[in-house]
Each structure stands twice: as structure tokens, then as C-alpha cells.
């Protein structure tokens, strides 16, 4: 937490030192923003980084953890969030009695075992293949690591289906039916002359009807 703290202090005093550039006319309001910005959101994601590992020590202490599962390791957790890498610290556990091994940081956070990105990140993927390319698809996430399409191909076709907070699936627009009528025709110019016409007509709706009807 210290090192937080002291990142937090250096944040602020750089801060400080960008607004007197721009006061200075040396930077733009914006430039200010997007500097700051940036170094907040990597701040923040160690500040979460840290509480995670926090809540894994808490529960490695309580007694009730102590006599059903056993610590055989800590091992270094990289996720991929919409808001860049999140990377922390936990504890491996092993349970005493069925000897099956866990973490249980990862179940208390429903992150799906084995995969590298958040729930959110993959919606996002997601949502934008339904709009663009696969390639496009990443490439639109602004503070994603991960630039392969063909991580974007197997979000689709094999985690998609699954995922509890994917978009809603693009409903499909009602079908309009377009008939396509062409002829040929004897046309009279005013000149004298006769000439065949084609004639082509595009609508959408057909409407029948019946001459000479006996009633």
C-alpha cells in the first residue's frame, strides 16, 4: 500500500507540474487530461490489483480455511480488462479431503477458469463483431494487450455462446421481399420512328387482382 500511496503522490505532483505548463501555454487543456488520465487508470488498476491480493490474505488466515484446504503455492494472475491488465497475486489451494486444487479468489470472482480476459472484455469483443471484422473487433478496444484475431475467433465460436453477460444477439430484421420485373416493349417516338423499349420495375409489394370476377 505504500507504493500505492507514493504513486498516488507522484500523480498528483506531475499534475501539478503539467497545469503550470499549461498555464504557461506550453501544453493544451487536453494534453493535460490525457496525460493524467492515463496514469490514473494504470494507478487504478494496481490499486485493485493490490485490494485482490488483500482479500486472498484475509482469507488464508481465517481458521476455517486453515483446516479444510492446504497452501501449496501462489501463483501471479494476468487479466485482460477494458480498461488495460490487471495483474495480482494468489494463493493455490488444495482441498484436504476430495484433494481436488483451486483458487479460491477466482471462484469468489467468477472468473472463468483458464481464460485470460474478464467477462466485460469478451461482451465488448463481442459486441463489436456483430459491427465489424474480427481484426477490427480487438483493434477498437482501446486499452486491450491482446491484438490477435484469432483470439477474437475463439471468443466467438467457442466461449461466446456461454458467456452470462454477452450482448443480447442482434435481432434480425424483417425480411422485405423485392420483385424485379423487366419487359420489352413497342414504343412510337415523335420523331416516326419505332423502337423497342426495355423496361425494368422495382417494387416491394405485389398487389393481386382479378378481372372479370363472377361473384
Avoid at 503522490?9 to 488520465?37: A, W
Avoid at 490487471?86 to 494463493?91: E, I, Q, V, Y
Avoid at 472484455?121 to 459486441?127: I, N, Q, R, T, W
Amino acid at each position: 500500500m505504500t507504493s500505492l500511496l507514493q504513486d498516488l503522490q507522484l500523480l498528483l505532483d506531475n499534475l501539478t507540474t503539467d497545469t503550470n505548463k499549461l498555464l504557461d501555454c506550453q501544453l493544451t487543456f487536453d494534453d493535460v487530461l490525457e496525460t493524467f488520465m492515463q496514469k490514473l487508470r494504470h494507478w487504478g488498476l494496481k490499486l485493485i490489483g493490490s485490494y485482490l491480493e488483500q482479500l486472498d490474505a484475509s482469507y488464508k488466515q481465517l481458521p476455517s480455511r486453515k483446516k479444510q484446504y492446504e497452501v501449496k503455492a501462489m501463483r501471479t494472475c494476468i487479466k485482460q480488462t477494458l480498461y488495460g491488465q490487471l495483474t495480482f497475486k494468489r494463493t493455490y489451494y488444495q482441498d484436504k479431503q476430495d484433494q481436488h486444487y483451486f483458487f479460491w479468489l477466482d471462484q469468489a470472482l467468477a472468473f472463468t477458469k483458464y481464460s485470460r480476459m474478464t467477462l466485460g472484455f469478451k461482451a465488448a469483443v463481442l459486441e463489436n463483431v456483430a459491427k465489424y471484422h474480427y481484426q477490427a473487433a480487438i483493434d477498437l478496444l482501446k486499452y486491450s494487450e491482446i491484438h490477435s484475431k484469432t483470439t477474437v475467433m475463439n471468443i466467438v465460436h467457442r466461449e461466446g455462446p456461454l458467456l452470462p453477460n454477452q450482448p443480447d444477439q442482434v435481432q434480425a430484421r424483417n425480411k422485405q421481399i423485392v420483385y424485379l420485373e423487366a419487359d420489352e416493349d413497342h414504343v412510337a417516338f415523335q420523331d416516326g420512328s419505332n423502337h423497342f423499349m426495355k423496361l425494368v420495375y422495382l417494387h416491394t409489394k405485389v398487389m393481386m387482382t382479378v378481372k372479370n370476377a363472377i361473384t
